[in-house]
């Protein structure tokens, strides 16, 4: 084992995992201790787990803006980091504790781009002026850091275009991974049946946050041209605004009023319950406006299921258009938001190319093969930790 102690910085870890972010830092930090002692440190409560410390808010802050209170937690993050010979954070929340344990320890500062504050405007609806405060803290980390991992070639060249200041030599592409024993065909009708979906009708499914990001109203609204036998399974939940959920649910009403075979799963299913449903699925679908990668798009190619995706950030790296899913065209408004250019094309052009597929199972099955393939050859975590360990390598002292 190499004697280097890492300390990795998340906001999400155990039992407060809610999105790609925390599950990437899940199952890295499971596959880097394997070759050297990493401790975590994350936010609020956190499981009984050797080498964890959760952090909660200061009392102090309570009732503060969301960014202020983050703010608190990365200090008293940044001063636990004394005697670490590596700091690596994860996300705007993490990263101003990396940035300044890097500066009050003298130690090396890597992070991992898993989405971009210029990119994500919408956020402002969630935290006002802090949404300015936590663009900030993301520049002054980029820039400042000794190492920047980006999960795609896309993110790579969103990093570059957002943060000029940045040496591109010091930009990695470490791609997402994926869990092949975890996430694996899983056929159980039972699950299927106690959700309210037909194991015998073909179906589209979509899991996710109820985001702008992740497109679910150009999905809702091109789930109307779909064929009348076709199920739309929604496993979305854990809404930004209430005004998105308002958005999300007007149009879910209207679809269910029109059509049979709509159903929405807000809860967060176990995973014993989310692979069966992704097992049964004719197709995955990835409406997102903006996506640095998507491990949704990986944990559905390792059930077996073909993905249609939006040709937006880092999905076109996942899926192998016309091998193992489908790409769909989206010319998009280069304002931040992601907003296609044609709104109405997007949807027609989403509707036709999830018609196509669900239209042909057999080669629907064959794609979804394909895709549990190349998860396993391009995908693997310990794939992910030994390129995670050379950016290390390159920052020893």
Known sequence: MWTVRVDVITKEYPPNVYGGAGVHVVELVKALRRSIDVEVRAFGSVDDEPGTTGYPELSELAGANATLR?????????????????????TWYANHAGQVAQ????????????????????????LGGGYRVSSWIERQAYESADAVIA??????RDILRSYRGIDEQKVTVVRNGIDLDA??????????????????????????????????????????????????????????????MAEVTGLVREL???????????????????????TAA????????????GIVNLEAMACGVPVVGSGTGGIP????????????????VQDGTGTPVDPDRFVRD??????????????????????????????????????????YEGLRR
């Open 70 to 90: 983050t703010l608190g937690q990365d200090l008293r993050i940044a001063q636990d980091v004394a005697g670490a010979d590596i700091v690596h954070s994860h």
């Open 103 to 126: 500066m009050l320890h003298d130690v090396p500062h890597v992070l991992t781009a898993h989405s971009l504050e210029p990119l994500r405007p919408w956020k402002a609806e969630q």
């Open 151 to 156: 999960v795609s070639e896309g993110m790579r």
């Open 183 to 244: 996430w694996r065909p899983n056929r159980d009708d039972e699950v299927l049946r106690g959700l309210g979906i037909d194991p015998d009708r073909p179906s589209v499914v979509f899991v996710g946050r109820i985001t702008r990001q992740k497109g679910l109203p150009y999905l809702l609204r091109a789930a109307r041209s779909l064929p009348r036998d076709v199920q739309l399974v929604l496993c979305a939940g854990a809404p930004d605004t209430p005004e998105i």
């Open 256 to 278: 269910q009023e029109e059509r049979t075979g709509v159903v929405w799963v807000e809860r967060v299913l176990p995973r014993h319950e989310l692979t069966a449903v992704l």
């Open 282 to 293: 004719t197709t995955f679908v990835c409406p997102s406006v903006y996506e640095p990668l």
């Open 317 to 332: 790296e996942v899926v192998a258009d016309g091998l193992t899913g489908r790409v769909v065209p989206i010319e998009q």
């Open 350 to 391: 989403l509707a036709a190319t999830l018609t196509e597929v669900v239209s042909d199972p057999g080669l629907a099955a064959l794609m979804g093969r394909a895709g549990r393939l190349r998860a396993e050859q391009e995908f693997a975590w310990e794939r992910i930790a030994a390129l995670t360990l050379a950016v």
